[in-house]
T-cell receptor
Framework: AQSVTQLDSQVPVFEEAPVELRCNYS??????LFWYVQYPNQGLQLLLK??????LVESINGFEAEFNKSQTSFHLRKPSVHISDTAEYFC???????????FGSGTKLNVKP | EAGVTQFPSHSVIEKGQTVTLRCDPI?????LYWYRRVMGKEIKFLLH????????ESGMPNNRFLAERTGGTYSTLKVQPAELEDSGVYFC????????????FGSGTRLTVV
């Protein structure tokens, strides 16, 4: 069985400050790891994913996440956030056959000016 | 390329009524999935189609929910009769057969049962 825990339901942060959104997972099989983002009034968008190779993965808008197998974590970080990063972020895992995703409960990132 | 399209985007119905949600996957995507998010909780898997066949419906909450996929193209999810606890956001996703490549979510349908 798989489960995903996002430890923070809400994270308030000031603009240009760094942020870390935490994600831990539990799985009885090997999985791929993902972060999805949902901006206000929009659908789920893939932010970044870890499939194999380097454990540090980056998105095009400055987010990065590091896969830590020993700690079963996939925390999302950004060194300097913008107002436009305000959204809800979901951590997810999927087994290698991609037959389904298992999501965390989401973290609302609120970037304040 | 058009994305995964869901409609309606919002639906408000009374308890006991019937609602049908529709999902149009990306053309050529044989895999189609339904997920649901209830009241700020995690997004949960409902079921998975491969073409017109149900591959996995282990996440369907009860027999008030019926999913179909006509001719392996679009899919509908019918809730009959709707209950208050069915309120939430219903997401559809699609991907190419045999892989997770191009796994794409729709914008979701927000269902409110009053």
């Amino acid at each position: 069985a798989q489960s995903v825990t996002q430890l923070d339901s809400q994270v308030p942060v000031f603009e240009e400050a760094p942020v870390e959104l935490r994600c831990n997972y539990s799985s009885s099989v090997s999985v791929y790891l993902f972060w999805y983002v949902q901006y206000p009034n929009q659908g789920l968008q893939l932010l970044l994913k870890y499939l194999s190779g380097s454990t540090l993965v980056e998105s095009i808008n400055g987010f990065e996440a590091e896969f830590n197998k020993s700690q079963t974590s996939f925390h999302l970080r950004k060194p300097s956030v913008h107002i436009s990063d305000t959204a809800e972020y979901f951590c997810a895992v999927a087994p290698y056959n991609f037959n389904k995703f298992y999501f965390g409960s989401g973290t609302k990132l609120n970037v304040k000016p | 390329e058009a994305g995964v399209t869901q409609f309606p985007s919002h639906s408000v119905i009374e308890k006991g009524q019937t609602v049908t949600l529709r999902c149009d996957p990306i053309s050529g995507h044989d895999n189609l999935y339904w997920y649901r998010r209830v009241m700020g909780k995690e997004i949960k898997f409902l079921l998975h189609f491969v073409k017109e066949s149900k591959q996995d419906e282990s996440g369907m909450p009860n027999n008030r929910f019926l999913a179909e996929r006509t001719g392996g193209t679009y899919s509908t999810l019918k809730v009959q009769p709707a209950e208050l606890e069915d309120s939430g956001v219903y997401f559809c996703a699609s991907s190419l057969i045999g892989t997770g490549y191009g796994y794409t979510f729709g914008s979701g349908t927000r269902l409110t049962v009053v």
